[in-house]
């Protein structure tokens, strides 16, 4: 099966940057078609909400809290997602998930990546 693995999270001061990286393993070959990627998180007693999302059209929308501050992107070369994320503030502290929407040969199918803490000291 497939797997996302996330790596780049970290401690960061607020206005600092990071870059989170969500690299797809295992049967990689089986994938005929990405439907949509997206980065997640999770902060301390919330809920887990959309942070920014690329549909297979390569159109993107983020949450107005990371607007202008965070931008997907996508190497499918290197099957992997990207967050940057520019202005970091405390409050961005959060575990960040990557997810992915894949279309397979044994059919669609929704991945998620363990996660990936961020904290932003003021």
């Known amino acids: 099966q497939v797997q996302l693995v996330e790596s780049g999270g970290g401690l960061v001061q607020a206005g600092g940057s990071l870059r989170l990286s969500c690299a797809a393993s295992?049967?990689?070959?089986?994938?005929?078609?990405?439907?949509?990627v997206g980065w997640y998180r999770q902060a301390p007693g919330k809920q887990r909400d959309l942070v920014a999302a690329?549909?297979?059209?390569?159109?993107?929308n983020y949450a107005d809290s990371v607007k202008g501050r965070f931008t997907i992107s996508r190497d499918n070369a290197k099957n992997t997602v990207y967050l940057q994320m520019n202005s970091l503030k405390p409050e961005d502290t959060a575990v960040y998930y990557c997810?992915?929407?894949?279309?397979?040969?044994?059919?669609?199918?929704?991945?998620w990546g363990q996660g990936t803490q961020v904290t932003v000291s003021s």
């Open positions: 997810n992915a929407d894949l279309s397979t040969s044994s059919g669609s199918f929704n991945y």
């Open positions: 295992g049967n990689i070959f089986r994938i005929f078609k990405i439907n949509a």
């Open positions: 690329m549909t297979s059209g390569v159109s993107t």
